[in-house]
């Protein structure tokens, strides 16, 4: 992903993130300027404050395409309710529009155990993309 992909991604800070300075750990927020090279990635969140972070402070949702994956290889170990959800999460960002994007990453955020399957880091999003490229 370019700099111009980034900019109006949806983003949610790590829940875990212990020395969040701006204090978002958990919040959603939108990528407004994306500095790859420079691993600096500015956040405008609802209330319009922004912030830095690096790609590793920052979730992505998972691709719809894995999110089927998983819930076909751990048919056994994922509860009903919780395919339900990643269901729900995979049709959000196949079908939606910006907003119901959005949508999906709140009922993540709602969900801790979701989260575990649900979303990545923005690294890891962006090193998959980059396999992805080269392996073209």
Known sequence: MNAD??????VMV?????????????????IIDADSDGDDYLVRFDDKLRAHYSAGALQVLQPPERLYELMENRASSISPAMRKDLHSV???QTYGS???????????QQNEQLQGYAV?????????DRRHHIGR
Do not use: C, S, Y
């Open 90 to 92: 995979a049709l959000l």
């Open 98 to 108: 910006v907003k119901q994007r959005r949508t999906a990453l709140e009922l993540v």
């Open 14 to 30: 790590h829940p875990l993130l212990w020395d969040d300075p701006a204090g978002r750990a958990g919040q959603i927020g939108t």
């Open 120 to 128: 990545l880091g923005l690294d890891e999003a962006l090193a998959q």
């Open 5 to 10: 992909e980034l900019t109006g991604l949806t």
